[in-house]
């Protein structure tokens, strides 16, 4: 067998060994704002892999930053931003992973694209009336006269477009290497200092339209593949939008204070109402509840948790408030870690981005030395300097390497953010790449293959009463089968009314009463049941002392799922289901495993 694709391919059980090792390394997220290419990403890694005690090093060129992994001496951030500085990179601790640095990034790019496209519609139409003129109908102090005009235009335009170029090639000359913004500021300062030039002594070959008509392309381009990563970045964000801003800790005093998230550290106590989102990633100390695990596993069935359990953040507690010791930062949890997957396979480089890597690698020094070849064998052909420059010059606005360091990465940009909001997070670099060489298909049954959430299942054979009464008691709870409850009702157009005094056990089920009878819902212990065979999957309703009524539950297939099998069968694919629980055969799939 070839290679077999996982959907998802990570299925995030947190109980796993592999997951329960992910956040165990110190992680720090820098902020390089001066990074704009493969080039930078490469020198920065490379530097701070180099540094003793770094386990890894991933740029999001999206973003510009860095996060860095390693033991808690080595990942000292003065220490990395030293190092980067070393390289040629300014850098800063991170302190708003999710601030407003991109917002801003995409407002000076447009200023400086709309700067550019005037300035380039403005010198085009003196450059076209000028060419039109040269056949006699034009005097040449008028010619030179537009010359001048497109030089006061095309300058100042030029001055404040090229920055982002001229800034990311200055920096790289005084690190002492080449980027692809080297040959691109190397062209446009050329072309506009020989037009300055030519006009200064009156010639005709003046080219200050195609200097800024380069940069505003360039602009263009740079504006665009900053979008495109910017929405795709976002994908990771809102996955750390699940997050707590806030935590009730509990002082060494006893007192509960509301801290914010962020401040809260390993081995403090804190406090997780019934409804709340998990913090951090902690173990319980006291409470007995149900945790909402789907976001991680994509199981819709809670797991229930008592004290000595692991729960992870933004997991939500369902039945109870509980205390907990937090066992891991803010920045280094388990959601934390699978965002930071998230955003290594939008920037991870896969078989043909490391070839455009290597490829712009030699790019550069490649331009440089074509340039100056063309230069000097215009020069033995006797041409004069001012024709072989502007000839070297033109090598170096043709060969321009947008293309080549940008259209790879941003693909791969693209497609795993469509793919991330189809609920597939990818963490292979080439994982993409190898979808063309896959034999087997393997599908996880929730929430993949099923809707996701539990719908009550036989539902004809309850009667309307009986199903206004449990729903009028599950209209208390957040539980997901008391939410299956209150919908089949609203799917009957049963009128619900909110009970006054209903309780809730956790890990029991709900109590109350109308009318002066007694309602209860919930395990088949908390309805007076003993010695029932009850599936895991049934909630049970008892009125006083009637027989108690069984309320059976389902994961329904997705409308579409088994046309999908098919289709995929009839590409040729062997189709697998790998499910944690009891699952059955579903659309002629099976082969199941756990």
């Known amino acids: 067998m070839a290679e077999a694709l996982s959907i998802p391919l990570l299925d995030g059980r947190p109980r796993s060994p592999a997951l329960q090792g992910l956040a165990a390394a110190r992680t720090v997220t820098l902020a390089v704002p001066d990074m704009h290419c493969g080039g930078c990403m490469r020198k920065i890694e490379q530097a701070l892999v180099a540094v003793p005690g770094i386990e890894s090093a991933r740029v999001n060129l999206s973003a510009r930053r860095v996060t860095v992994v390693g033991d808690e001496q080595a990942t000292d951030a003065e220490r990395l931003i030293k190092e980067l500085r070393a390289t040629g990179f300014a850098a800063a601790v991170l302190a708003d992973p999710r601030g407003e640095a991109a917002g801003k990034g995409d407002q000076d790019y447009l200023k400086r694209v709309a700067v550019a496209g005037f300035a380039a519609a403005n010198v085009m139409l003196l450059s076209v009336s000028v060419w039109s003129g040269r056949d006699g109908d034009m005097p040449a102090s008028l010619q030179t006269l537009f010359h001048w005009l497109s030089a006061l235009i095309a300058l100042p335009a030029i001055a404040y477009a090229g920055q982002p170029f001229f800034k990311s090639a200055r920096q790289a000359l005084a690190a002492r290497r080449l ?4 040959p691109i500021s190397l062209g446009v300062v050329l072309a506009t200092g020989m037009s300055l030039y030519q006009t200064a002594r009156g010639s ?5 339209d195609a200097a800024v008509t380069l940069l505003f392309f360039l602009l263009i381009g740079r504006a665009l593949d900053q979008r495109v990563r910017q929405r795709a970045a976002g994908a990771a964000e809102n996955l750390l939008g699940l997050r707590s801003p806030s935590t009730s800790v509990v002082g060494a005093d006893g007192k509960v204070q509301r801290v914010a998230t962020a401040l809260v550290r390993p081995g403090m106590r804190i406090l997780v109402a019934a409804g709340e989102r998990i913090p951090v990633d902690a173990r319980l100390l006291r409470g007995n509840t149900e945790i909402d695990e789907s976001l991680i596993t994509g199981e819709s069935r809670p797991r229930r948790a008592m004290a000595g359990d692991v729960v992870y953040c933004g997991t939500i507690n369902l039945l109870a408030s509980i205390e907990a010791e937090a066992t891991a930062e803010s920045e280094n949890t388990l959601l934390a870690e699978i965002a930071r997957l998230l955003a290594t396979a939008e920037q991870a480089r896969g078989r043909y981005v490391r070839l455009a890597d290597r490829a712009a690698r030699f790019y550069a020094p490649a331009v440089h030395a074509l340039g100056a070849a063309t230069f000097t064998g215009w020069m033995i052909l006797g041409h004069g300097w001012e024709a072989a420059l502007t000839a070297a010059v033109a090598v170096l606005i043709i060969t321009c390497p947008c293309a080549l360091a940008l259209a790879v990465p941003a693909v791969q940009v693209v497609a795993t953010s469509r793919l991330f909001r189809a609920g597939v997070v990818l963490k292979a670099a080439d994982g993409l790449e190898r979808l063309a060489e896959i034999d087997t298909i393997v599908l996880d049954k929730t929430g993949t293959l099923t809707a996701g959430e539990p719908r009550l299942s036989k539902a004809a054979g309850i009667a309307d009463q009986t199903l206004t009464e449990a729903a009028a008691l599950a209209l208390h709870s957040r539980h997901p089968y008391s939410r299956a409850v209150v919908r089949a009702a609203a799917a ?11 309780r809730e056990t956790a890990g029991a089920g709900l109590t109350g009463s109308l009318e002066g009878r007694k309602l209860r819902l919930g395990s088949a212990g908390h309805c007076g049941l003993s010695g029932e065979a009850a599936d895991q999957q049934t909630l049970w309703f008892r009125k006083d002392d009637a027989e108690p009524v069984a309320f059976a539950f389902a994961d329904a297939l997705r409308a579409d799922a088994c046309d999908v099998v098919a289709q995929l069968r009839q590409q040729g ?8 629980d009891r699952a059955k055969e579903e659309c002629g799939i099976s082969h199941i495993f756990g």
């Open 179 to 182: 980027n692809m913004d080297v």
């Open 492 to 502: 009957r157009g049963l009128h619900v009314a909110m009970l006054a005094d209903v």
């Open 573 to 580: 694919f062997a189709i697998e289901i790998m499910s944690g």
């Open 204 to 208: 005709e070959q003046v080219y200050f």
